[in-house]
Structures are given as structure tokens and as C-alpha cells.
């Protein structure tokens, strides 16, 4: 179904920022209230990666000397047994990934990242 513009609602012009085409649709007091985009250029928005890093995550990297894996558990409120548990791993496997000493293979931090909820790249920096 199409959203056309009701009583309340006029259609603005059309605007092309550098690969992005949008229509605005304003409420009668000339709020934008809807953005409106082409399929594809919702569907390459949407499909875009959150690859930031919480300010509290570094601070606890920096700051409290953790590892990103540790600092990202503890930032989410994870146990190490939770986030063993999500990998199929021990308790004592997890911790010893998350010791200053390690240097876990990519794979491995990938099934962290996944057991996370966060990107690879998050735990990169």
C-alpha cells in the first residue's frame, strides 16, 4: 500500500543528496513527519552494520585495562558462564580467551562477536 498524503499532510519536493533520492511528507503545521526513499536505497540503508563501540566499553578497556571481549560482556551484563553457554564452551575456555595473555584466532572471536550480539569489529580496537 502506498502512503499518499492526506488532509493534514502535504508532499514536499523531491531531494537528492550524493546516492540517496528522499521525499519529505510535512503535517499541516510543516513538521516532517515521513521520509520517503526508493526501495533499494532502504534496503542498502538497512542492511548497513552498527560497528560502534560504546564510550563505556572503551573506558573499561582503557581505563579498567579488560580486554574488549571482557569489557563488551561486562558492559552487557553477561556472566562468563552465560556467554560460554552461547558458544558451547566451558566457563574456564571463556576465561581463559578473555585473559590480557591471549590472542584468540578469528574464528574464535567471530563465535564471541556472535555469542555478544555485536559485530567482529567491535571487539577490534
Not at 521520509?35 to 552494520?49: E, G, Q
Not at 560502534?52 to 580486554?67: C, D, F, H, S, Y
Not at 571482557?70 to 558492559?75: D, N
Request: net charge negative; hydrophobic share 40%; no cysteine.
Amino acid at each position: 500500500m502506498m502512503n499518499t498524503p492526506t488532509d493534514q499532510q502535504t508532499a514536499d519536493t523531491t531531494y537528492t543528496e550524493p546516492q540517496l533520492s528522499y521525499q519529505t511528507i510535512k503535517d499541516a503545521s510543516g513538521a516532517i513527519q515521513y521520509v520517503v526513499v526508493p526501495y533499494a536505497d532502504f534496503l542498502r540503508l538497512s542492511s548497513r552494520v552498527e560497528t560502534a563501540v560504546p564510550n563505556e566499553v572503551v573506558e573499561r578497556v582503557i581505563m579498567g585495562k579488560l580486554t574488549p571481549i571482557r569489557a563488551w560482556r561486562e558492559h552487557l551484563g553477561l556472566t562468563q558462564s552465560e556467554v560460554a553457554a552461547r558458544m558451547e564452551i566451558s566457563q574456564a575456555a571463556l576465561a581463559q580467551i578473555e585473559s590480557p595473555e591471549a590472542r584468540p584466532r578469528k574464528s574464535t572471536l567471530r563465535r564471541v562477536a556472535q555469542a555478544l550480539g555485536i559485530q567482529l569489529e567491535q571487539l577490534d580496537f
